[in-house]
């Protein structure tokens, strides 16, 4: 409030030009840097990363330049890298061969599947890092929607019980943080309560809160190879991009369930949502750089329209200047060397 007050009361304070030059403050590096209201490092990234069954095991993704789904002794070894050029925390996704997908996405139960083994091997391999760890039907499923399918129907209630056990599987297995990312509602609370009776009372949960039916999620549903199988839309679930007051109201149900942190995604084309549930909650809001907002800078980039660091990092400011605490992004990697290039 107070902070609102002086911005408007800016004009009354601020004596005209001449004795106002806006310019004095931009002259240099080091006023300019003085004076910046935000910053980006790299402990404000998370990178999302594919892993794949095997050993050794490399694929570029098409739509995806620059990112491979690595099997997870690959995972490992460029995770060592990004954390030691500052990046401490992963969210990882699994890519899941078609003969384990099924209807009801079973496999995501398992506690030998492939995302809890690269979960138990990444912390034995990096216990620094952090890992978040997606909960959700859809790579588990032969029709590619994150709940339980009937009639056609994506069932809530009983996919919520599922995304519990989940969740459950995805702690054991050493999550440090369950992310539902499925949208289902009531999942917040009802995976809340199942951990807290397991005795997982310090596993974090991030919710995916405001999680918007958008077109930019196409080169992910190809990294993940769910995109070829996903009947229908997902708008029975994720929300209307017109919407913005019903973001809120997932944000504030999704905190009286007990969410430690949520979610806005896609990032760069929903900042108002971000700004406004960091105005009117205030609590750590998350921002995901999505799968086609990725590939739009690689692809101007490659085309030669613009500069990849520079824009990549315009961008995670803009997210930070909107009120984000942190952003998940495919170029936390390149985004982190180019700042070490900068301070250096
Ligand atoms: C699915 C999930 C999606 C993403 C993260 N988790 C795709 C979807 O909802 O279809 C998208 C991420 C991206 O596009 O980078 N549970």
Redesign the pocket.
Known sequence: MLKNRIIKNTPAVEPAYPRTRMRRLRQSDWIREMVAEHSVLASDLIW?VFVLEGKNAAEPIKSMPDVERRSIDLTIESLRRAYDDGIKVAAL?PVVPVEKKNMDGKEALNPENLICRAIAEIKNALPGMGIIA??????YTTH?H?GLVEDGRVLNDETVDVLCQQSLTLARAGADIV?P???MDGRIGAIRDRLESEGFTDTIILS?AA?Y??A??????D??G??AH?KGD?KTY?MAPANADEALREVALDIAEGADMVMV??GLPYLDIISKIKENFGVPTLA???????AMLKAAAAYGCLDFDLAALETMLAFKRAGASAI?T?AAPEIAKSLQKKSS
């Open positions: 999302p996704f997606d909960v959700a039907l859809d790579p590619g994150d992310a990312s499925d949208m995916y999680k039916a958008s930019f999620y196409g080169p992910f549903r990294a993940v769910s995109g996903l997902k994720q995604k896609p995901y750089h999505v799968s086609g907002e990725y998940l495919y």
